[in-house]
């Protein structure tokens, strides 16, 4: 059955290209996951609030190698990306990226998480908007979505100061370790206008792609 409409964005349209580097600000980065990262990552899913939202743990050195790896494959298959967020020493204080891209909609899902001890300084606010604008400006995408549960506060927080509109509450439609939560869905679009979060304003739109 022929479709009826077109593909927002045609297959190629991620991996034609390289994963960037995104410049944040100055000693805040965005760049590929490498697989020196391991320990980082393994530090990260370590963290019971990281496991408490993001539903994983990683056992060995080798599945967190694997998790760094997975990356480049996900963005030649075009289905997801990830970039460690880094600042001035080049080290992984974080995570943010794309889940559940669908070229054919131009759509994705949103995905972040700091260390610990990256947090409280607001790095998760910047990072969503360097990927916001790389989403819209660079990639294409029309449709960004931001799911968090409705527990989980400092989500929300950064959700809102990335200029994400709250959509509504999907009732207990994700299971965590204690069981089913309501989720929060915030989305934005690219004609939702300029980014204004912490890190990001009107004119700062030339910023965010080193290449
Ligand atoms: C969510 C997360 C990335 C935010 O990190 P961050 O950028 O350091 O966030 P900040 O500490 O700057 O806090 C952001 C806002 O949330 C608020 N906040 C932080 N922790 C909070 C809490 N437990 N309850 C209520 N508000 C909280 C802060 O006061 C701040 O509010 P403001 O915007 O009014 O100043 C980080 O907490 C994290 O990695 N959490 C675990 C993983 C996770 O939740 N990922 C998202 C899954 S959807």
Redesign the pocket.
């Known amino acids: 059955m022929p479709l009826l409409v077109t593909p927002a964005l045609p297959p190629g349209s991620l991996a034609a290209q390289e994963q960037p580097h995104l410049r944040v600000r100055p000693g805040l980065a965005l760049r590929p996951w490498r697989d020196e990262d391991a320990p980082v990552v393994r530090a990260a899913f370590d963290c019971p609030?990281?496991q408490r939202?993001?539903v994983r743990r990683l056992d060995s050195d080798d599945e967190a190698r694997a998790w760094t790896a997975q990356w480049a494959v996900h963005w030649r298959a075009e289905t997801a990306v990830s970039w460690a967020i880094v600042e001035d020493d080049d080290r992984p204080v974080?995570q943010t990226g794309l889940r559940d891209v669908l070229l054919s909609e131009g759509s994705a899902q949103v995905s972040?998480?700091?260390l610990p001890d990256?947090?409280?300084?607001?790095?998760?606010?910047e990072a969503l908007g360097a990927l916001t604008l790389w989403s819209f400006t660079q990639a294409g995408l029309h449709r960004l979505e931001l799911n968090?549960s409705t527990a989980?506060?400092?989500?929300c927080?950064?959700a809102t100061?990335g200029g994400f509109a709250v959509e509504g509450v999907a009732r207990q439609s994700m299971r965590h370790a204690d069981g089913w939560h309501d989720m929060h869905q915030h989305a934005r679009l690219r004609t939702d206008g300029p980014i204004c979060s912490a890190g990001l304003r009107p004119a700062d739109e030339t910023r965010g792609q080193v290449g």
């Open positions: 609030t990281i939202w993001h974080g972040y998480w700091l990256a947090r409280g300084r607001g790095l998760a606010t968090h989980n506060a400092a989500s927080r950064v100061r």
